[in-house]
Structures are given as structure tokens and as C-alpha cells.
């Protein structure tokens, strides 16, 4: 019997797949204090709540932005859960008028000064997260609070049941995608990454979303194995897992290979976060940042007009960074 048996807790975080992934560690330590939890996410990233072990029930918004009337029906439908906690893991008015249409007498969030928000929470940490560097810290902090006592700090996960990719014994991926919040990588240094890595004696299959067949049409040319446009999420999952090594831009890739156990070399560019902030959540890999920022961003702002980053991290310091994971 765990020290949270006879509790029901709902967990609210929906938009993108990296940050839908970031909240799985808190769900797995309440089930492993004897909760019982139920989730509300987004509908692309059903799979991420809805296979992990000791959820008992999902539910999904259609996007990462849904109208106050989507909140009020799935908050309703959230009702038959008689969940008596909520952990407000997105942090808007929304998701909090979600936990308290599903009727949980203790919400619990992390937001600025905003009254709408406020008004629909009964307890607000965001002064506790303030100086923790890692968005699961974060929600921790919100966990932790509702549970009453510190919870035991678990990884990220994710389980694939889609059916194994035919992919030699030894590669590397190259994940093309951005998740549409950071800059990309140049597609010349991609292609340079790519023949590079195949010059030292490795496979490289490339992944990414159809779209990136446009730009990145020569190294997706020069890899092994194009996969290109041709996984889903399970799909993505699977390959990752068998991969030695993961290299991605900062986003939604670099978590999910996280979540399956795979190291990753995370491309930091864009948003000027520190080091801490977007290391893989106890898991191996390395971050690599460019020597230089672009002047009109600021730590908590990519304008997406600038390449200084991009052109400032140079292949030679990502082959470093896997040479190191592999040695």
C-alpha cells in the first residue's frame, strides 16, 4: 500500500509531444505510491498517456489550443473520475477551467500573476519552480504539492508496440524535424553531418516529418536509410530504440528518444536556455550549443530570424559529443 492508495489524481498537460513526454516521470511516481491517475492530453499524443503503465483513463483535447467550450465538455466528461486532485501540468486559463470543471477540490499549478488562472487554482507554486532549471522539475513541484510530501523522481517513458523496423545492428538517426518551435540546423550542415558520420564507419538512417524532404534532400540522399515522412509516433519510437545514438534538434526528438533509453546529442539553437534546462532527464547524452547567439533573442525568446547560432556550431563539436556517447 503506498502512501497515496485511495487517492485519485487527474493530470492535465497537453501541447507538444516533448512536454507531453516530460510529464510521464510524475505520472509513474504517483502510481507507484498507489494512486490512481487519470490524463487529459492532446489528441496527436494519445499514445504517450494512454499506453503507460497504471493510467486508468484518457482523455484528449483536439489541439494544443482548445476553445473554452472543448475545456468545459472534456472537464464534464472528466467528472465520472471523481478525481479529488488536479495537477495543472499546462499551464493556462484553459487547463485549469478543465480541473475545475471535473469537479477536483484541490488544483494545483504553477502560473504567473494571472487572475483567471489563479482564481481556478487552490494552490499556485510558481515561486517554488522559479529557480529549478528543468521543465519536470517543474512539474514535480506541482506533484509534490499535491501529493503533500516529495515523490520519488522517475524517467521519462514511452512504450512502442509498433512492429520493428529492418535496420542493421549498428547505427546512428539523424532526426531532421524541429517541432516547428526552434530554429533548424542548416540543411548543408545536416548533409555535412551525415557524410561525415558515414566516413567513420557508421549506418545513419535519417527521420523527420514528410516535410523536410524539400530542404534536406541531400542528406536525406546520402543516408542509409531513408525514413523520411514514413514513421508515427510508435513507429519514430522503435527506431530510436534501436538506435546507438540519437542526434536532434532541441524539441519533441530529443524527448522521446529520452523516453526510450537511447542517448541523445541534442542541437541547442534557437531559445538561449541554459545547459541544465534541456539535458535529457536522467538519461545519458549531451547538449551541444554554439559559441554564439543571435543579438534580437533573449533566453526566453527565439524570433526565428537569426542564424548566428545555427551557423556558429560547427559538425566537427556534434561528432565529438557522439564519439563520446559511443566510446
Not at 505520472?27 to 499514445?47: C, D, M, N, Q, Y
Not at 524517467?155 to 535496420?167: D, G, I, K, N, R
Not at 541554459?274 to 547538449?287: L, Q
Given at each position: 500500500?503506498?502512501?497515496?492508495?485511495?487517492?485519485?489524481?487527474?493530470?492535465?498537460?497537453?501541447?507538444?509531444?516533448?512536454?507531453?513526454?516530460?510529464?510521464?516521470?510524475?505520472?509513474?511516481?504517483?502510481?507507484?505510491?498507489?494512486?490512481?491517475?487519470?490524463?487529459?492530453?492532446?489528441?496527436?499524443?494519445?499514445?504517450?498517456?494512454?499506453?503507460?503503465?497504471?493510467?486508468?483513463?484518457?482523455?484528449?483535447?483536439?489541439?494544443?489550443?482548445?476553445?473554452?467550450?472543448?475545456?468545459?465538455?472534456?472537464?464534464?466528461?472528466?467528472?465520472?473520475?471523481?478525481?479529488?486532485?488536479?495537477?495543472?501540468?499546462?499551464?493556462?486559463?484553459?487547463?485549469?477551467?478543465?480541473?475545475?470543471?471535473?469537479?477536483?477540490?484541490?488544483?494545483?499549478?504553477?502560473?504567473?500573476?494571472?487572475?483567471?488562472?489563479?482564481?481556478?487554482?487552490?494552490?499556485?507554486?510558481?515561486?517554488?519552480?522559479?529557480?529549478?532549471?528543468?521543465?519536470?522539475?517543474?512539474?514535480?513541484?506541482?506533484?509534490?504539492?499535491?501529493?503533500?510530501?516529495?515523490?520519488?523522481?522517475?524517467?521519462?517513458?514511452?512504450?512502442?508496440?509498433?512492429?520493428?523496423?529492418?535496420?542493421?545492428?549498428?547505427?546512428?538517426?539523424?532526426?531532421?524535424?524541429?517541432?516547428?518551435?526552434?530554429?533548424?540546423?542548416?540543411?548543408?550542415?545536416?548533409?555535412?553531418?551525415?557524410?561525415?558520420?558515414?566516413?567513420?564507419?557508421?549506418?545513419?538512417?535519417?527521420?523527420?516529418?514528410?516535410?523536410?524532404?524539400?530542404?534536406?534532400?541531400?542528406?536525406?540522399?546520402?543516408?542509409?536509410?531513408?525514413?523520411?515522412?514514413?514513421?508515427?509516433?510508435?513507429?519514430?519510437?522503435?527506431?530510436?530504440?534501436?538506435?546507438?545514438?540519437?542526434?536532434?534538434?532541441?524539441?519533441?526528438?530529443?524527448?522521446?528518444?529520452?523516453?526510450?533509453?537511447?542517448?541523445?546529442?541534442?542541437?541547442?539553437?534557437?531559445?538561449?536556455?541554459?545547459?541544465?534546462?534541456?539535458?535529457?532527464?536522467?538519461?545519458?547524452?549531451e547538449v551541444v550549443e554554439p559559441s554564439q547567439r543571435c543579438a534580437q533573442c533573449s533566453p526566453g525568446k527565439c524570433t526565428l530570424t537569426g542564424t548566428t547560432c545555427g551557423d556558429s556550431l560547427p559538425v566537427d563539436?556534434?561528432?565529438?559529443?557522439?564519439?563520446?556517447?559511443?566510446?
Amino acid at each position: 500500500m503506498g502512501r497515496l492508495s485511495g487517492r485519485r489524481f487527474l493530470v492535465i498537460r497537453y501541447r507538444k509531444m516533448g512536454d507531453t513526454l516530460m510529464a510521464t516521470p510524475i505520472i509513474r511516481s504517483l502510481v507507484e505510491e498507489g494512486a490512481e491517475v487519470f490524463t487529459i492530453g492532446e489528441k496527436p499524443w494519445e499514445r504517450i498517456f494512454s499506453t503507460l503503465p497504471g493510467v486508468q483513463g484518457n482523455l484528449n483535447v483536439s489541439s494544443g489550443n482548445p476553445g473554452y467550450w472543448e475545456c468545459i465538455k472534456i472537464g464534464w466528461a472528466a467528472r465520472k473520475w471523481k478525481c479529488d486532485a488536479a495537477l495543472v501540468l499546462r499551464f493556462s486559463n484553459r487547463a485549469a477551467l478543465i480541473a475545475k470543471v471535473a469537479g477536483c477540490s484541490s488544483r494545483v499549478g504553477a502560473v504567473r500573476k494571472n487572475k483567471p488562472v489563479l482564481w481556478r487554482l487552490t494552490k499556485n507554486v510558481f515561486g517554488a519552480t522559479q529557480s529549478l532549471p528543468h521543465q519536470v522539475d517543474k512539474y514535480y513541484a506541482v506533484a509534490d504539492a499535491a501529493a503533500g510530501f516529495e515523490l520519488t523522481r522517475r524517467p521519462t517513458l514511452f512504450q512502442s508496440s509498433a512492429e520493428a523496423v529492418e535496420l542493421p545492428e549498428k547505427f546512428l538517426t539523424v532526426h531532421l524535424g524541429n517541432g516547428g518551435s526552434n530554429l533548424s540546423w542548416s540543411p548543408e550542415r545536416f548533409a555535412n553531418l551525415v557524410s561525415r558520420l558515414k566516413e567513420t564507419g557508421w549506418a545513419v538512417a535519417v527521420t523527420g516529418d514528410q516535410k523536410e524532404r524539400s530542404s534536406h534532400s541531400e542528406a536525406i540522399s546520402c543516408a542509409d536509410h531513408d525514413l523520411v515522412g514514413a514513421t508515427d509516433l510508435d513507429k519514430l519510437a522503435s527506431v530510436f530504440a534501436k538506435s546507438s545514438v540519437v542526434i536532434a534538434l532541441d524539441g519533441g526528438g530529443c524527448r522521446l528518444a529520452t523516453a526510450v533509453g537511447t542517448p541523445i546529442v541534442n542541437l541547442s539553437i534557437g531559445f538561449n536556455w541554459s545547459t541544465s534546462t534541456v539535458m535529457p532527464w536522467m538519461a545519458p547524452g549531451e547538449v551541444v550549443e554554439p559559441s554564439q547567439r543571435c543579438a534580437q533573442c533573449s533566453p526566453g525568446k527565439c524570433t526565428l530570424t537569426g542564424t548566428t547560432c545555427g551557423d556558429s556550431l560547427p559538425v566537427d563539436q556534434v561528432l565529438a559529443a557522439v564519439q563520446r556517447l559511443t566510446a
